[in-house]
């Protein structure tokens, strides 16, 4: 295969699921979700508009999941030329003393620890020119947001560490911070709100993607 492979942490639904279509006129897209309906759905939409999509119903807290699907994308294509990772856990908002522990640790597992444990899996795969993309959302010290806050605040520490220490070597580490949207995410944190004035989602990926393609 030539053509360029992108794999999508997170492809199901909104961002990651506009991306994937987004990129689907030149690349193949690996989608990565735990949901395999809504995989199912991306894949109709991926094909209506001349791609192609492998579809990878996976849990990405699970490492050994996660070695099976990057080994698997080693022996059948050698490499991966672009990784987006939209994969996100959005706890119920709450104070800090109100801390759920699952919400706590599933939004640690999932915001976290799962990046932690993919970007040594595909690194290699990216090499020196391949890229990685992450998305910013800096909601960390606001009020009611300390679960997720502090979750996704970890991601993107590691993502910078990251992104410094590849400036010379390769692969390109990129993160960029969407405008808002009326996801399904954003609804969680904002019920009620007016919709209206949000982003639309498939014109913000187009945006990102100029930045990530630029």
Known sequence: MTQKI???TG????LGAALAEALAPTHHIVAVARTTGA????????KALGGSATLAPMDIT?????????R???????????????????????????????DWAKSIAVNATAPSILIPYVAPLLGRSGQAVFFDDPRAGEKFFGT??????????????WQSETVKTGPVVK??????????????????????????IHA???????????
């Open 6 to 8: 992108a794999l999508i």
């Open 11 to 14: 492809a199901s639904r909104g």
């Open 39 to 46: 995989l199912e759905e991306l894949d109709d939409r991926i």
């Open 62 to 70: 699970q490492p050994a999941a996660m070695a099976t699907l990057c």
């Open 72 to 102: 698997g994308i080693h022996d059948r294509w050698g490499q991966l030329d672009l990784w987006l990772h939209t994969a996100i856990h959005a706890a119920p908002l709450s104070p800090a003393p109100s801390v759920g522990e699952k």
């Open 148 to 161: 997720y806050g502090a979750s996704k605040a970890a991601q993107m520490a590691l993502a910078r560490s």
């Open 175 to 200: 993160i960029l911070q969407p405008q808002p949207m009326p996801t399904a995410l954003r609804a969680r944190f904002f019920p009620g709100e007016d919709r209206a004035p949000l982003a639309d």
């Open 204 to 214: 913000e990926a187009a945006r990102l993607l100029r930045d990530i393609q630029g």
